[in-house]
């Protein structure tokens, strides 16, 4: 099986096995076979195979629309959560003295395998425009929420393969972002919320900056209508933007942080911008020049000219900023008179 997955790299694969030959149709009979334990080996070399092969939209399309291979895919990630627990309770049977607390101790460590490989090939299916909102009306926030609802050890890379698909998901995509902002038909609490319930549980870097680039991604997506947009008014947002800008590890992601910020700035959530502006923020953004320093001014008129516009007003160190700000290219940058 081993030398299948390997295969399937090879871009011939597809040519010399099309997805409507037999030994593809075989692969994905084994994907059914995830409530079977003694068969989990060949449930991840069958997504090994896929992941491989859905490098281009047309194969995507084609395992979507023609296989449903997506649907197959969330219930693999269901009952790879549902046995992940059962093995927790398991575990926590035996006595104290025979527990093995580690990573993948038990079954556990099984199905947070058959998880990390379905999510991988649902993420290659979300890269396509045209299939983000196919995914999310099958379940896949539903199967996410599922994901890093789970606890035990080894979890953080279920937590951050969930949470890099839910940011695919979300870029471009004005359907998904407003229905992972908006109250579910449950009631409960949105999509949104839960995701950044796990930002603050996350100890992981990754797994925090997926969930703060979902949020850049959502902002973006709705940023030219805010007031017909639930993120314009969701708490919480704020935090993780800041969160990219204190970090020190990308500076791809200090700048995609800023333009959050920016956009955040627009609506209501200035207030909790605001808020979250310390001293260990003000650190950064006196140091920032070129491009973030722009964004930096770009966020600070986007307040002056908002609902929000009085919680900076009079501050001499932020005109001092924007001062700063102004005198490059952003001179031309206009501020509403209030």
Known sequence: MDCIADISWEPTFLTTYPLSSPPIAKIL?????????H????????CLV??????????????????????????????????????????ESLPAGVRVETAGAGKGGIYLSL???????????????????????????????????????????AWYSAAGLARLLCVDCVENCKKITSPRETGETTYLEKLLQTYTQAEE??????????????????????????????????????????QDKWAVIRS?????????????????????WGDKEWEVVDKLDGRDLENVGVMIVNIKNGECAGIIEGNERVEGLLGKCLSGKMAEVRIEEG
């Open 29 to 37: 009979t084994w994907l059914s076979t995830s409530s079977e334990p």
């Open 39 to 46: 068969l989990y080996d060949k449930v991840v070399v069958a």
């Open 50 to 91: 896929f992941g491989n092969v859905t490098q281009s939209a047309e194969v995507c399309r084609e395992l979507i629309h023609t296989y449903a291979l997506h649907k197959t895919l969330l219930s693999v990630i269901h009952r790879a959560v549902e046995g992940h627990e059962q093995s927790k309770k398991e575990l």
């Open 115 to 157: 998880l990390h490989s379905a999510t991988g090939v649902l993420r290659n299916f979300s890269v396509p425009k045209s299939e983000k909102a196919t995914l999310v009306d099958a379940g896949a926030l539903d199967a996410i929420l599922a994901a890093v609802g789970m606890e035990g050890v080894g979890v953080g890379q």
């Open 205 to 246: 870097l990754p797994t925090k900056t997926e969930i703060a680039r979902m949020i850049v991604s959502i902002l973006r997506c709705l940023s030219s209508s805010p007031q017909d947009s639930p993120a314009a008014h969701h708490p919480g947002l704020a935090r993780p933007l800041w969160d990219m800008v204190l």
């Open 256 to 276: 995609e942080g800023l333009l959050g910020l920016a956009l955040l700035a627009k609506g209501s959530g200035a207030s909790e911008l605001w808020q979250e």
